[in-house]
């Protein structure tokens, strides 16, 4: 009962955390479960689903951005080419990353546990790279009010990448954005924006296409993970999108993606 309770605390404070940072949250999440001795398609499945956790925190945070888009708010200055940006753009992700998710599963299920641990060490250390290549870029300053079709299409078959473990969602969008010259500002907003269809998008997909996910925590438990993740977010969220531009997230996804590859190569 207590490691169970543990187990769910400890989720949603690394979802909490790690969700607004661009090193990659369901891989945090993966590493904990299969460290648990979760087997590795529960493991990646329950990353999958507990990935969402975030989205009541997202959706509080930018409360204001979604009333516009929703066209609830009484100013007209509600952007319309917004919310058709995050349409295509979770439509595009959804169906690319269906089929991307078909082939990571039947991928790293048929790896051994060595072989899972350099997988996804690389897949840290293109995170990293990803990261690496942001922050070199130097973009012309546009804004949210320039998104347009091809941006959405392009950032949402990036963020279909993100479904393969140790890639980060908010890493390869927020480099898409950077390269399509948005500015890094808004290329943030718009990334967190993005998270929240698709991060629901991807637990409701996990829960259907694998009902046992659910059946690992009970409904105490995961509404406890869930609420941890909310509050840690929302405590946080101001103070580490400060620091997301300010620290160098591809130093740490490079010393990650090197100690897992060790181990992989050294636990055979």
């Not at 607004?20 to 329950?46: A, E, R, V």
């Not at 940006?85 to 089929?99: N, P, Q």
């Not at 898409?176 to 998008?201: A, E, F, Q, W």
Request: proline share 2%; glycine share 6%.
């Amino acid at each position: 009962m207590f490691e169970d309770v543990l187990l769910s605390f400890l989720s949603g404070v690394i979802q909490g955390v790690t969700e607004w940072l661009p090193i990659s949250s369901k891989t945090m999440l993966f590493f904990l479960f299969h460290l648990w001795g979760i087997s590795t398609q529960d493991s990646y499945m329950l990353s999958l689903m507990l990935n969402g956790s975030t989205i009541a925190a997202a959706s509080i945070y930018f409360r204001k951005e979604l009333v516009r888009l929703l066209g609830l708010s009484r100013k007209a200055d509600s952007n319309l080419s917004l919310l058709m940006f995050l349409v295509v753009s979770t439509f595009v992700t959804g169906v690319l990353g269906v089929i991307l998710h078909r082939f990571s599963l039947s991928f790293i299920t048929e790896l051994s546990s060595s072989g899972l641990l350099i997988f996804i060490g690389c897949m840290l250390f293109v995170s990293a790279l990803v990261n690496w290549l942001r922050m070199k870029m130097n973009p012309i300053e546009k804004t949210m009010n320039d998104v347009n079709l091809r941006d959405a299409f392009i950032t949402g078959v990036a963020q279909s990448f993100s479904v393969l473990p140790g890639i980060s969602r908010s890493g390869v969008t927020i480099l898409v954005l950077v390269i399509r010259r948005y500015n890094v500002k808004d290329s943030l907003t718009i990334s967190y924006l993005m998270s929240i269809p698709v991060t629901l998008g991807g637990s409701i997909y996990a829960y259907i296409t694998y009902p046992k996910v659910f059946q690992m925590l009970n409904v105490y438990e995961a509404l406890f993970s869930v609420i941890v993740a909310t509050i840690v977010s929302l405590a946080m969220i101001s103070i580490l999108l400060r620091l997301s531009q300010k620290l160098k997230p591809h130093l740490f996804l490079s010393t990650l993606s090197i100690i897992t590859i060790l181990s992989g190569l050294l636990f055979r």
